[in-house]
């Protein structure tokens, strides 16, 4: 009976984020950091792969990158002057935390307050 396992690409399609990203936080997130990537549970000639029923897990764990709302409480500086550069530029709140919520979809390896830097030094540019 063959066993069927998911590789990066297939963690990436079921959580809809590219290849790239998912790369990324496990080399962003090795075992030795505070939030580390699940490990994978099979491993041949060097490509991970991970038993299906994992997915679950591993989207948990992607929902306590920093940035996704982990650890609740005040937002960080970047987000703070996110919110003030889009008000600035004529962005209500609501519209400036869609286009965040945007941004941080379609850039998983990128934690909030990154993306918060990343626009707001583009529109100052």
């Known amino acids: ?3 069927r396992y998911l ?9 809809g984020v590219t290849r790239h990203a998912v790369h990324k936080w496990r080399s962003r997130y090795s075992d ?3 939030h580390p990537f699940p490990a994978p549970d099979v491993e041949i000639d ?7 029923d994992r997915l679950t897990e591993i989207a948990q764990w992607r929902e306590g990158l920093p940035g996704r709302g982990a650890g609740g409480g005040r937002p ?14 004529g962005l209500t709140r609501d519209e400036a935390m869609r286009a965040l919520a945007t941004f941080t979809q379609e850039f998983p390896e990128m934690t909030e307050p990154e993306i918060c830097a990343w626009l707001v030094g583009k529109w100052r540019d």
């Open 7 to 15: 590789g990066v690409l297939g963690i990436a399609e079921a959580l």
């Open 46 to 52: 060097g490509a991970p792969g991970w038993r299906p």
């Open 32 to 34: 030795d950091s505070d």
């Open 1 to 3: 009976m063959t066993e």
């Open 76 to 89: 960080s500086l970047a987000h703070q002057e996110y919110l003030k550069e889009a008000a600035a530029r």
